[in-house]
Nanobody, 116 residues
């Protein structure tokens, strides 16, 4: 059974940066062949898609984070990342990772709070 473990969240001031990680734990390493995604859910709001990365490294972003966030992956470590720069208060949310195939599951998320 695949588990996804998000980490790297925290409290940061507006304009600051954070780097989130998503570690995939599986008995069989097929991480590299599946697209992976980041989502977030702010208090009182629906979970929303943030960014995706394909197995070949192609990326796509929500308009609200384009130019500020960068998604990447290290297939050798079964890990995906989200580098978040120029953070805004509206980026405050619990961030989750998710993917295709056996990675279509949710972890516990990691809290990101942007506040002065």
């Amino acid at each position: 059974q695949v588990q996804l473990v998000e980490s790297g969240g925290g409290l940061v001031q507006p304009g600051g940066s954070l780097r989130l990680s998503c570690a995939a734990s599986t008995s069989r390493s097929v991480f590299s062949i599946y697209a992976m995604h980041w989502y977030r859910q702010a208090p009182g709001k629906q979970r929303e898609w943030v960014a995706s990365i394909t197995s070949t490294g192609l990326t796509n972003y929500a308009d609200s984070v384009k130019g500020r966030f960068t998604i990447s992956r290290d297939n050798g470590k079964n890990t995906m990342y989200l580098q978040m720069n120029s953070l805004k208060p509206e980026d405050t949310a619990v961030y989750y990772c998710n993917g295709a195939g056996p990675y279509a599951t949710w972890g516990q998320g990691t809290q990101v709070t942007v506040s002065s």
